[in-house]
């Protein structure tokens, strides 16, 4: 018989105690996962607490246009109202001609992005696409404009529109827009300069001309850019108190921020949560817009600077 305490040990059998008395490290990937976790919440701390911050001023119109007139006064101010005016809402609409003004506001804004659209996109495309001489002078040329103020061609063009008859009605605020911007032209050339330009060979192998390269090819590939630009001009007629201030008279033609401003003037705090009704309906179309436009919207910010 043989003993047992004399049998050959395994491998196996030696590296067992080994592996059971070894300590168990920490792995790199556990410290990168806690690194990446920390900024994480740091990051999106910082933003909560902005986007609070900016939002703020909102919040407060709104629980404003909820109140009565008393608490409106009241202090110390509440954030919540007590009781909840829905109806100053309704009550805001009637009590200026609201409808008017929205009407009036929807005509300038709406014929002002179809013509800043249609005037800046041809020039860009002739500025990109096109070759001719003195092009880029006369680009330069144009972007110089952009250095111009408003203040600085505001009377000369008071005067022109005043001895043609045009004070006083909504097409000072519509038709300069069908006349190109300079911004808008850059925003475009940017962006078709980023399409490729074995497109336009093909289209022109085919026999197109360049008004039907222009059409079909490129404004179809154009659409973040197009969206980008119909956004900054639809806020910008939206928003525009000093142009139709100098040209509006008559309230039959007053704009929604030439209604709030006489609204305003006329009632002051005595109507202060009507008025901040109002400002609440003056914001939602603004605020829906960006919502569903919001994609586009960083999509051609972002491929209008791809190419220079």
């Known amino acids: 018989m043989t003993n047992s305490s004399n049998k050959p040990l395994s491998a196996s059998t ?9 300590p168990k490290p920490k792995t790199r990937s556990n410290q990168v996962t806690a690194r990446r976790l920390t900024t994480s919440l740091l990051k999106h701390g910082a933003l909560i607490f902005f986007g609070l911050f900016f939002i703020f001023p909102l919040i407060w119109m709104l629980s404003t246009a909820l109140k009565t007139d008393k608490q409106v006064l009241s202090y110390p101010p509440s954030w919540i109202p007590s009781p909840v005016m829905w109806g100053n809402f309704i009550d805001a609409f009637f009590f200026v001609p609201f409808g008017t ?6 005509i300038v804004t709406l014929l002002s992005v179809i013509g800043v659209v249609i005037s800046s996109v041809l020039p860009a495309y002739a500025f990109a696409r096109m070759e001719w001489p003195g092009r880029e002078w006369v680009f330069v040329l144009v972007i110089s404009t952009i250095m111009l103020p408003f203040q600085v061609t505001m009377i000369p063009l008071y005067v022109i529109f005043s001895r043609i008859g045009w004070t006083n009605t909504l097409l000072p605020l519509i038709v300069p827009h069908f006349f190109g911007n300079a911004f808008f032209i850059f925003l475009f050339r940017q962006f078709f300069r980023g ?6 060979d ?8 360049e008004l039907r390269i222009l059409t079909s090819i490129i404004l179809p590939l154009s659409k973040p850019a ?3 630009v119909a956004l900054f001009q639809f806020l910008n007629s939206w928003n525009d108190f000093l142009t139709p201030l100098i040209y509006l ?3 039959r033609w007053f704009t929604i921020s030439l209604g709030l401003a006489q609204m305003q003037s006329s009632y002051g705090l005595s109507r202060f949560s009507l008025i901040m009704a109002a400002t609440s309906l003056f914001t939602v179309p603004v ?6 436009a919001q994609r586009s919207f960083i999509q051609g910010i972002t491929f209008t ?3 220079g």
């Open 249 to 251: 008279n008559d309230t």
């Open 101 to 106: 003004y929205l009407i009036n506001t929807l």
């Open 305 to 307: 600077g791809m190419k």
């Open 14 to 22: 030696v590296a067992q105690p080994a592996l059971a008395t070894s």
């Open 287 to 292: 605020i829906i817009l960006f919502f569903f």
């Open 226 to 228: 197009i969206m980008v």
């Open 202 to 209: 093909a289209a022109l192998i085919d026999g197109a001309g």
């Open 195 to 200: 399409i490729p330009n074995e497109l336009s």
